[in-house]
């Protein structure tokens, strides 16, 4: 009975770049409708499954889901997904079942975590950021977590950068606008979810 509903629980962490080039670049608010008027809490899991939320820009921090309609930029420079991973990785270290990270932004990564627990912040980014953020991916998929990427910025996002998160994790990127990506996130979890409902 417990292996059984292991094999059919899903965990998810929705990573949501907050940092000031999504406002600048007229990007959706976090808390937007999608195209049909439905609210982001339609994404709210079944009672077995887990959702957790984190918002990063420069840092990253964890976002309750009844607090995301109300969450605002940072209106700071930097796209920390570096750290933005590690919440999220620790967030799905306890939790049972298929294990995925949804991760919006409109950029390349352009900040990160120091040693000694300082941001460094530089665009256009460094080597040694896309070296940590690569790090984090490579955490990620030895624990076991899917990562697909949702590009909201066509011009900005067609780096290689995100196309090698893909080839290493094993995710997918979507390359969209603000108008469908609520419907495409939806989408993207329902189906991630049958398919565990039907593999149980």
């Known amino acids: 009975m417990v292996e059984t509903e292991a094999l059919t629980r899903s965990a998810t962490v929705l990573l949501v770049d ?5 406002p600048m670049a007229g990007q ?29 820009s420069e840092v990253a921090r964890e976002i309750k889901a009844e607090e995301l309609p109300t969450a605002m930029w940072d209106y700071v420079y930097g796209t920390n997904l570096q750290h933005a991973l590690v919440l999220a990785r620790r967030m799905l270290a306890h939790q049972h079942g298929t294990k995925q990270i949804i991760c919006v932004t409109d950029g390349e990564p352009t900040a990160h975590i120091e040693p000694d627990g300082e941001v460094f912040f530089n665009y256009p980014p460094v080597a040694e950021t896309l070296r940590r953020t690569m790090a984090e ?7 076991g977590i899917m990562i697909n990427m949702f590009a909201l910025d066509l011009e900005r996002t067609q780096y290689p950068f995100v196309e090698q998160i893909a080839r290493l994790n094993g995710g997918r990127t979507f390359y969209t606008t603000p108008d469908s990506l609520g ?10 979810r049958r398919v565990l409902r039907s593999a149980g």
């Not at 999608?34 to 899991?45: K, N, S």
């Not at 419907?183 to 991630?192: A, E, I, Q, R, S």
């Open 18 to 22: 907050l940092s000031m080039s999504m």
């Open 28 to 56: 959706l608010r976090p808390g937007q409708e999608d195209g049909d008027g439905a609210p982001d809490a339609h994404l709210e899991p079944l009672p077995r499954d887990y959702l957790g939320i984190v918002g990063f």
């Open 137 to 143: 991916v490579v955490r990620c998929t030895r624990a």
């Open 183 to 192: 419907g495409y996130v939806l989408v993207d979890f329902l189906k991630h």
